[in-house]
Antibody, heavy 121, light 108 residues
Framework: EVQLLESGGGLVQPGGSLRLSCTAS????????MSWVRQAPGKGLVWVSA????????YYADSVKGRFTISRDNSKNTLFLQMYSLRVEDTAVYHC??????????????WGQGTLVTVSS | DIQMTQSPSSLSASVGDRVTITCRAG??????LAWYQQKPGKVPKLLIY???TLQSGVPSRFSGSGSGTDFTLTISSLQPEDVATYYC??????????FGQGTKVEIK
């Protein structure tokens, strides 16, 4: 089955750290660019970070630059998001998404159910 | 960064109505525009890319148009299963993805 399964979310205090994982199955993970997109409760979609198939190019939203690190292990079909210095405003469901390549860029053609990160004291 | 602005933020229409959602880019993005549907409690689903290309399996009542800065998503005959929030997304440059704020569609 083609799917993405996130894990690693939870409750963390402001200033804390958390590492999210996204395990892929049913497609060639090593050939796919991947992204993290978050959605605060009751709010819209916000792109967080992206990584190319080989893992040597990464991209970040300004709001997380310097605090979050995206990485991947193609041998384990797994995407990661290491989050440091977490803030209350980082509270959200974090989805990983497979990027489908089209003319001009990529779109999210497969999404995981997400993992909830709650930053609160 | 290019901002994406959707309107309206919500709408209520009757089954069978024609529904139109607008998305405006802060600067020209050619046709590098996608639309997603997110039903309550579900993950986003890609509907349209390249402004007007229907993703495989998406019902033909959905259509997209536009280029440059102004885009529209049209549902030609609203169905109960179309209740969802719809997002536009530009995908052409840094940052790679920027989403609109969403349009919530309900049945009257």
């Amino acid at each position: 089955e083609v799917q993405l399964l996130e894990s690693g979310g939870g409750l963390v205090q402001p200033g804390g750290s958390l590492r999210l994982s996204c395990t892929a199955s049913g497609f060639t993970f090593s050939a796919s660019a991947m992204s993290w997109v978050r959605q605060a409760p009751g709010k819209g979609l916000v792109w967080v970070s992206a990584i190319n198939p080989r893992g040597d190019k990464t991209y970040y939203a300004d709001s997380v630059k310097g605090r979050f690190t995206i990485s991947r292990d193609n041998s384990k079909n797994t995407l990661f998001l290491q989050m440091y210095s977490l803030r209350v405003e980082d509270t959200a469901v974090y989805h990983c998404a497979k990027e489908g390549g089209i003319v001009g860029g990529t779109v999210g053609d497969l999404w995981g159910q997400g993992t909830l990160v709650t930053v609160s004291s | 960064d290019i901002q994406m602005t959707q309107s309206p933020s919500s709408l209520s229409a009757s089954v069978g109505d024609r529904v139109t959602i607008t998305c405006r880019a802060g600067q020209g993005i050619r046709n590098y525009l996608a639309w997603y549907q997110q039903k309550p409690g579900k993950v986003p689903k890609l509907l349209i890319y390249a402004a007007s290309t229907l993703q495989s399996g998406v019902p033909s009542r959905f259509s997209g148009s536009g280029s440059g800065t102004d885009f529209t998503l049209t549902i030609s005959s609203l169905q109960p299963e179309d209740v969802a929030t719809y997002y536009c997304q530009k995908y052409n440059s840094d940052p790679p993805w920027t989403f609109g704020q969403g349009t919530k569609v309900e049945i009257k």
